[in-house]
């Protein structure tokens, strides 16, 4: 079943009107967003190029590319929309009849759009609201930059709206009674849910967001209605926080990096660039049973933490080898998973932003951390190594070892290639550009690479490349930002001090201190960003384990692979569903065949807790 929520829906032909209309509203906001995708890299090779050559930076260089950054999330965010690039899960609907599935597409247009509406006034109070702040360096009202939140939520409302117009009337009606019930229900029984404490929160974060997760509702706008459901029912708070927490999760400097690497990921390809360093690899490992596997499992530690976000590192690593990787027999959802496992097994990988935000706030030595994080990161990669092995089909090819005449022609064609990733970690470690200023370098690199080395360069495609970089960046950035808001919301419910005190007063010691810090963390990891739980949780938790005899620093590597396990796991793990969107598979591919993967990794992570040894020998 296709999740695209474009295609999915019974509509109107689409020479009508309402159709035309839409496509020319989706066009009209592609181009501007393939502009901000150039106006991004320029912007941060221009400071990257005055301050390390002519020693003079622009010191208003960060603040633009935060503004264009901005705007590109959620003009992005529209385009996904429009082309059915935001994820979600259709496992369940799939399996209903024709005029189930029908309700269940509607509902997944209808909820992204009344969320949209109700949020749509908080959202152009906050930008408002904005206007007496100043940029640092700009001098320009705050405004500019938050009224990117409104505007994209409102071309968003536009499109939903002549979606909503082209379902046929018995679903529409359909929906829209199902809709009011629901609202009804927690209207009459806000003063119940009000009176049961933080039992609430399981009618608003696991029934509520479950049941929108299984109907097949984008994922990012589950977490925004549940979310706001919560606010509404149960709390006094303006909505126009909501507004302010999206607009947080969006715009972390550190993110500047997802659109880049997903850019540099479409001209590695377009250059042959990618074929150059898959033939080479190939001629290595293509006759060892799964050895691209190992290649995907060993590119994800080295390029890890160079951006500083996962999605980033599966970005800049997914598109150069699963395209060979299906070529050779692999099967979709086999692939998808073990990138979202390499995404989780890297998390300890220093230079880590959850290892230096963890240091920060608990007050630990960050080189411990550092070096303390290297060898967790290489046994969960050594379990899923054994695991790929066993479930790769590319035996099945009788794939034979290639002469030494064959590894040296491909090395030396390749050779620019493999240079690519020395360049961006040797630019990171010398000072030359920071992590989020790195991939316009690799930008720059793919494309004289592809114009005077290897003579590929095709300009026809590079249009349609930022377009599609900007639905992809939007997809991922409004499912961070939304889920940046609900952890807000959670944050605020008293929710942490009550898991600490239960977790304090579990027996069997440190060791059942680690279990139930494990299972807590998964859980935690697939309803909240890593960051803010480990900002939430770690000055609560840390003098426990401290107390009862757990080194911090293995403390650390504990929680922070159990948060990466629960941030890949579906169906609410965020990290997950980014990992199917930079690999272009829908959720149902891998949903099942996630989980070996998911084991492999969680028996990596018993090894690393019973075994101090691999979080503080080399300290």
């Known amino acids: 079943m296709s999740s695209a929520l474009l295609e999915a829906h019974p509509v109107q032909a689409d020479g009508s009107l309402l159709a035309r209309a839409e496509s020319w509203l989706g066009h009209a906001i592609e181009i501007p967003a393939a502009a901000l995708v150039v106006g991004e890299v320029a912007v941060l090779l221009a400071g990257v190029v005055m301050r390390f050559i002519f020693n003079s930076p622009i010191p208003w260089a ?13 003009l992005g965010a529209a385009v996904a929309l429009r082309r059915g690039s935001h994820m979600r899960t259709t496992a369940l609907v799939s399996r209903w009849g024709p005029r189930a599935r029908a309700w269940a597409e509607a509902l997944a247009i209808a909820v992204p759009c009344l969320m949209l509406v109700i949020l749509i006034g908080p959202m152009t109070e906050y930008a408002a609201d904005e206007w007496i702040v100043q940029t640092p360096a700009l001098s320009w009202p705050n405004t500019i930059r938050a009224a990117a939140v409104p505007a994209g939520a409102a071309v968003m409302i536009a499109l939903g709206l002549l979606r909503l117009a ?32 933080n039992w609430n929160l399981v009618i608003f974060f696991a029934l509520l967001l479950g049941a929108g997760v299984l109907l097949g509702v984008p994922i990012a706008f589950c977490f925004g209605m549940a979310t706001v459901a919560f606010l509404l029912c149960v709390t006094s708070t303006p909505l126009a926080v909501v507004s302010g927490r999206i607009d947080e999760g969006m715009s972390s400097l550190i993110l500047l990096a997802v659109p880049l690497f997903i850019l540099l990921g479409h001209l590695v390809e377009m250059t042959g660039m990618a074929k150059a360093m898959v033939d080479f690899l190939a001629s290595l490992l293509g006759h060892v049973r799964g050895g691209l596997n190992y290649v995907l499992l060993g ?11 996962k999605t980033a590192d599966m970005a800049a690593v997914a598109p150069v080898l699963l395209p060979e990787m299906k070529k050779r027999g692999n099967d979709e959802g086999e692939l998808i998973s073990l990138l979202a496992a390499s995404g989780a097994m890297a998390e300890t990988v220093p230079p880590s932003l959850v290892l230096i935000t963890i240091g920060s706030v608990a007050g630990i030595s960050i080189g411990a951390l550092f070096t303390g994080g290297l060898l967790p990161g290489v046994v969960l990669a050594v379990m899923l190594a054994f695991l790929a092995r066993y479930r790769s089909a590319e035996v099945a090819h009788g794939l034979k070892r290639a002469p030494i005449g064959v590894i040296g022609r491909t090395l030396l064609i390749s050779l620019p290639a493999l240079l690519l990733p020395v360049l961006i970690r040797t630019a990171v470690v010398e000072g030359v550009a920071t992590a989020t200023e790195v991939s316009t370098i690799g930008i720059a690199y793919a494309v004289v690479a592809g114009l005077f080395i290897y003579r590929r360069f095709d300009w026809r495609r590079l249009y349609p490349m930022l377009v599609d970089t900007a639905a992809l960046s939007g997809a991922i950035l409004f499912i961070i930002g939304t889920a940046t808001g609900m952890s807000w919301a959670l944050t605020q ?24 810090s494990i299972a807590a963390f998964i859980v935690l990891g697939s309803v909240l960003e890593g960051i803010p ?46 990992a199917c969107t930079i690999g272009r598979a829908h959720p149902d591919v891998a949903l099942r ?8 990794l969680l028996v990596g992570l018993l090894i690393v807790a019973f075994v101090p040894w691999f979080s503080i020998g080399l300290l």
């Open 533 to 578: 739980a480990m900002v939430l949780f770690a000055p609560l938790l840390f003098p426990v384990a401290k107390a009862i005899g757990v080194h911090e620093v293995h403390y650390a590597m504990v929680i922070i692979l159990a948060m990466g396990i629960g941030l890949f796991a579906p169906p609410f793990g965020l990290g997950y569903y980014a």
């Open 166 to 197: 082209r379902v046929g009337i018995a679903d529409l009606v359909g929906v829209t009674v199902a809709i009011a019930a629901l609202a009804g229900a927690l209207y009459v029984g806000s003063g119940w849910l009000q009176s049961v404490g």
């Open 299 to 309: 590119a994800m530690l080295l390029v890890s933490g160079i951006s500083g976000a």
């Open 493 to 516: 419910s008293g929710f942490s001090h009550s898991l600490a005190e239960l977790m304090t007063s579990v027996p069997g010691g440190k060791y059942g201190f680690l279990l139930v």
């Open 593 to 600: 065949r996630i989980w070996p993967y998911l084991g492999a």
């Open 62 to 74: 960060d603040e633009l590319a935060s503004i264009l950054f901005l705007w590109l999330a959620n």
